[in-house]
């Protein structure tokens, strides 16, 4: 019999409830002044971690709250009021704080929090070792994180901020190109066996700009472009592209203005879902609930499989992966009646 070695995510999980347990106090009826929220992760976990910034906010108004994470992200975190300062990590250096919340840390964030020993240090590794086999959607694991120094229960939902600066450019994108009713497609998807077939979504397409009277917008990086294109060459009507050259500040506010949106489990679906823009998800290996659109105005199409979850790497039907188990008559049939 194989033994199983836990992976590292395991370890680091293990290690955190350690260290908190050991040297740091887990809750407080002080009045924090100093608070850092460690986030390395990803566009959408950023997106559904909004709402812990301004709960955090309400709880020590007199608090300098200071968020790390990835330089990608800042762009679409930095206009956020309840934050006093965003800090790219590598450029970060640790000194006292009177509350460390780890969200989503490494090593290295891990054992640079013991120059803090005896602050309140809160971090996930206790809310998934408690709910292992049952996740709960990131929405509420984030909040549990903080409960424990909360002195009540408010219900606040992810909310993401964007500038005046970028607000007008995007209205000048908006303007030039006459959207007045329009659909975001994001057609890619950082796993490949998350990304639904390019001339599926051509179909869609062409049905809302030809039934719906929809203008019709792609979304995506630099990297994403080809597959834009592609699409748009399937396409019997005419497309705009909103990808290199926009930031994700300016992402955000065409996201507040858009009609509809369309697109694999990805980061821009959880910056719809703060602006509660209708969605439709196209869903394959990701785990079930847990990393939907909070919106509700939200239809996801997920066909869960045995093997659900999985490494979202290697498939084990190759021939016939869960996400293109979505026909397009059932999205067509859905857009029909909504």
Request: one cysteine or more; proline letters at 4%; charged letters at 20%.
């Amino acid at each position: 019999m194989r033994l199983k070695l836990p992976s590292n995510e395991q370890l680091l999980f293990l290690a955190n409830i350690l260290a908190n347990k050991l040297f740091f106090k887990q809750r407080t009826q002080e009045n924090l002044k100093e608070i850092l929220i460690i986030k390395l992760d990803e566009i959408g976990d950023m997106a559904v971690s909004s709402h812990i910034f301004q709960l955090l906010k309400n709880e020590f108004p007199e608090a300098k709250i200071t968020l790390v994470c990835k330089s990608f992200v800042i762009p679409l975190i930095k206009n956020d009021p309840n934050l006093d300062c965003v800090l790219e990590h590598s450029n970060f250096s640790f000194r006292k704080f009177d509350a460390i919340i780890e969200m989503r840390g490494t090593w290295q964030t891990l054992f640079k929090a013991l120059l803090n020993i005896g602050c309140v240090r809160l971090s996930r590794a206790e809310v998934r070792l408690k709910n292992k086999g049952q996740q709960l959607h990131e929405i509420e694991t984030n909040y549990l994180i903080i409960k424990p120094i909360l002195s009540r229960q408010i219900n606040i939902q992810p909310k993401l901020y964007f500038s005046k600066t970028d607000e007008t450019i995007v209205e000048q994108f908006i303007l030039k190109n006459d959207l007045q009713n329009f659909a975001v497609f994001h057609v890619g998807a950082r796993r490949i066996l998350r990304q639904w077939n390019l001339d599926r979504f051509a179909i869609v397409a062409d049905y809302l700009a030809e039934k719906k009277t929809m203008k019709i917008v792609f979304i995506g990086t630099k990297s994403e472009e080809k597959d834009i294109q592609l699409v748009q060459h399937f396409m019997k009507n005419d497309s705009v592209s909103f990808s290199d050259g926009f930031s994700l500040a300016q992402l955000s506010v065409l996201m507040s203005k858009a009609n509809l949106f369309i697109g694999n489990e990805s980061g821009p679906i959880h910056i719809a879902s703060c602006f509660n823009v209708p969605i439709v998800g196209l869903y394959g290996p990701g785990v079930p609930v847990v990393f939907y659109p909070f919106s509700e105005k939200t239809k996801v199409f997920h066909y869960v499989l045995d093997c659900n979850p999985c490494n979202q790497i290697h498939c084990v039907r190759p021939e016939s992966p869960c996400v293109s188990l979505i026909q397009v008559s059932e999205v067509l049939e859905y857009l029909e009646r909504n």
